[in-house]
C-alpha cells in the first residue's frame, strides 16, 4: 500500500512559478513510476507528468514540455513538480498518483491541491 499527500498549491499571477510536492509512505517505491495529474471542473482528469522511480526517466504532456520538470527524492521519498511560466489555463487541482508501470494502472492517488493562476 503507498500512500500520497500533496502540498504547494496556491495563488500566482500569470507568469509566476509554484512547486508541487508528494510526500509518498508504504512499501517502496522502486518498482513504480509516480506521476502527476490535473482536473478542472468538468472535464476528465489529465496527465501532466511522470517519473520512473529506479532510473528517473522523464514523460511530459506536450502542453507543460520546457515550463514543468518533475523530480524525484529517493532519499525522502518525496516528488516535485517544478511549474515555470504559469499560465491562466494551468488553473486545476492536482494530484499525486502512483502505478506500477506506463502502461498499468494508476493505483494510488493522493487527496489533491488547489492552483490557481490568475491574469
Known amino acids: 500500500q503507498v500512500q500520497l499527500v500533496e502540498s504547494g498549491g496556491g495563488l500566482v499571477q500569470a507568469g509566476g512559478s509554484l512547486r508541487l510536492l508528494c510526500i509518498a509512505s508504504?512499501?517502496?517505491?522502486?518498482?513504480?513510476?509516480m506521476g502527476w495529474f490535473r482536473q478542472t471542473p468538468g472535464k476528465d482528469r489529465e496527465f501532466v507528468a511522470g517519473?520512473?522511480?529506479?532510473?528517473?526517466?522523464?514523460n511530459y504532456a506536450e502542453f507543460v514540455k520546457g515550463r514543468f520538470t518533475i523530480s524525484r527524492d529517493s532519499a525522502k521519498n518525496t516528488v516535485s513538480l517544478q511549474m515555470n511560466s504559469l499560465k491562466p489555463e494551468d488553473t486545476a487541482v492536482y494530484y499525486c498518483a502512483a502505478g506500477s508501470g506506463w502502461s498499468s494502472p494508476w493505483t494510488y492517488w493522493g487527496q489533491g491541491t488547489q492552483v490557481t493562476v490568475s491574469s
Open positions: 517519473i520512473r522511480w529506479s532510473s528517473g526517466s522523464t
Open positions: 508504504g512499501r517502496t517505491l522502486s518498482n513504480y513510476v
